[in-house]
């Protein structure tokens, strides 16, 4: 399969604890894309990535989240001290530059 | 990027054509539509986009009115595995080109 991959596809966590997502793009695509959905509605942009620098991060991705893309090839999203309202569906997208974005079948985070 | 409205559920019956509108009166001339379906607790699926000119895939069919202000998508023999949200995103080629999701059309199959 040389879709996009994500890691794990569930995690549930405990309030307080750290946890850690992982996102392999399409292997040649440069751009990578953090969407979080809630129950119930669209996919919100999160952060992007063109190759390893981070470019865009939205209001959304507080202090206690951090992504990054060392090697311009997969992507990890951390969240610090979950909370309940953390509680959500992450989706990663990958692009070859400006074009379509194809999307990874999501990791669902639930903080209990 | 250009904000859409399109109706929140519709239904079909299996074999027929689904036709799913949707508005997008502000849309830019360099803005393509998107089109994804996500199929529920699935990662969206990319149908089809286009600028100004009909496109046709495998999947769908995507026509724009001439003022490019709305758009449809066609299932031309819809399926019980078409069922699914539906999102028409308008989006621009800037630098970033976020996608921007809107609440989509329900689209449920019917036997």
């Known amino acids: 399969d040389t879709g996009v991959s994500q890691d794990p596809r569930h995690k549930i966590t405990k309030r307080g604890q750290n946890v850690t997502f992982r996102c392999d793009p399409i292997?040649?695509?440069?751009?990578l894309y953090w969407y979080r959905q809630t129950l119930g509605q669209g996919p919100e942009f999160l952060t992007y990535?063109?190759?390893?620098?981070?470019?865009?991060k939205s209001r959304l991705l507080s202090d206690r989240f951090s992504a990054e893309r060392p090697k311009g090839s997969f992507s990890t999203l951390e969240i610090q001290r979950t909370e309940q309202g953390d509680s959500a569906m992450y989706l990663c997208a990958s692009s070859l530059g400006l074009d379509t974005q194809y999307f990874g079948p999501g990791t669902r985070l639930t903080v209990l | 990027d250009a904000k859409t409205t399109q109706p929140p559920s519709m239904d079909c019956a299996e074999g027929r054509a689904a036709n799913l509108p949707c508005n997008h009166s502000t849309i830019s001339g360099n803005e393509y539509v998107y089109w994804y379906r996500q199929i529920h607790s699935q990662g969206p699926q990319y149908i089809i986009h286009g600028l100004k000119n009909n496109e046709t895939n495998e999947m769908a069919s995507l026509i724009i009115t001439e003022d490019r202000k709305s758009s449809t998508l066609i299932l031309p023999h819809a399926t019980l595995r078409d069922t699914a949200v539906y999102y028409c995103i308008v989006r621009g080629h800037s630098s970033g080109s976020r996608l921007t999701f809107g609440e989509g059309t329900q689209l449920t199959v019917n036997p």
């Open positions: 292997s040649e695509h440069n751009r």
């Open positions: 990535f063109q190759n390893e620098a981070q470019l865009e």
